[in-house]
């Protein structure tokens, strides 16, 4: 009687103190953020057939939830674009750096019509400490926004994050 009770009171603490973390870091997550960017770049022509700007991004993350992993996060990413006949496209890298301090990096792919928004995706290549085995991707939308500064650029990203956490 006494191991019965035992054993349901056991379940019944693990499953208030964090089961469900558990089972989420066994499986996939997802988290919607917003990522907050300011963009310098430096644009070299390649005369009438396109331009070619390498350029380096800087942001903070936010989570539509207000919590997660990658909530309060800042991002840093450099890359480069190709843009030729109205449509853009570019490759990057990324590294989050998370609120304990730990990285996840990332590789980046985007593509748009000039002026508008785009389309991309990030690919999860690891990352510092616990999360050295971390595994996902993302989609991204950007939205260029009026810059507040010269010389510079504005967005803001828009992240679906799915991630499976090292076991």
Same mark, same amino acid.
């Given at each position: 009687?006494?191991?019965?009770?035992?054993?349901?009171?056991?379940?019944? +603490?693990?499953? #208030?103190?964090?089961?469900?973390?558990?089972?989420?870091? =066994?499986?996939?997550?997802? *988290?919607?953020?917003?990522?907050?960017?300011?963009?310098?770049?430096?644009? +070299?022509?390649?005369?009438?057939?396109?331009?070619?700007?390498?350029?380096?991004?800087?942001?903070?993350?936010?989570?539509?939830? %207000?919590?997660?992993? /990658?909530?309060? #996060?800042?991002?840093?990413?450099?890359?480069?674009? /190709?843009?030729?006949?109205?449509?853009?496209?570019? @490759?990057?890298?990324?590294?989050?750096?998370?609120?304990?301090? *730990?990285?996840?990096?990332?590789?980046?792919?985007?593509? #748009?019509?000039?002026g508008g928004p785009s389309k991309g995706a990030h690919k999860i +290549?690891?990352?510092?400490?616990?999360?050295?085995?971390?595994?996902? @991707?993302t989609e991204v939308t950007s939205y260029p926004l009026r810059s507040?500064? *010269?010389? %510079?650029? =504005?967005?803001?990203?828009? +992240?679906?994050?799915?991630?499976?956490?090292?076991?």
């Amino acid at each position: 009687m006494k191991i019965k009770l035992l054993v349901v009171l056991s379940l019944v +603490l693990l499953t #208030a103190s964090g089961m469900e973390d558990i089972a989420r870091a =066994q499986g996939e997550i997802t *988290e919607l953020v917003t990522v907050s960017l300011y963009a310098t770049g430096k644009t +070299l022509p390649l005369g009438p057939h396109g331009t070619y700007i390498a350029w380096e991004s800087y942001g903070v993350v936010i989570s539509e939830t %207000a919590e997660g992993l /990658f909530h309060g #996060a800042t991002n840093r990413c450099v890359g480069a674009f /190709f843009s030729a006949q109205g449509t853009v496209e570019g @490759e990057g890298y990324c590294s989050f750096t998370l609120k304990d301090g *730990e990285k996840v990096f990332a590789s980046l792919k985007t593509g #748009a019509k000039a002026g508008g928004p785009s389309k991309g995706a990030h690919k999860i +290549l690891g990352g510092t400490g616990k999360y050295s085995g971390i595994q996902g @991707e993302t989609e991204v939308t950007s939205y260029p926004l009026r810059s507040s500064s *010269e010389g %510079a650029s =504005q967005s803001y990203n828009k +992240l679906k994050i799915r991630y499976r956490l090292p076991k």
